[in-house]
């Protein structure tokens, strides 16, 4: 995404992090977890956010990183 133009406004999207909660139900459990720095594509201009498979992984990676801890206690 890296160049890209935001569809919102046309300007250029710059890649950004912020902190972000996020929740996921696995086999009928409610997981509340936070990704501390979540990389996401933003526009200065408009305020416009873009997320591709970085921000999946993130997520992901931060998921099963929750789930482990969970398993440990």
Known sequence: ???????????TMQQKTKPYAA??????????????????????NCGEEGYDDTTNDAITDALTAHIGKEGAQ
């Open 23 to 44: 929740e996921a139900k696995l086999d009928g459990t409610l997981h509340r977890f936070h990704v501390p720095e979540l990389p996401y594509w933003g526009c200065n």
């Open 1 to 11: 995404m890296s160049g890209e133009k935001c569809w919102e406004c046309g300007a």
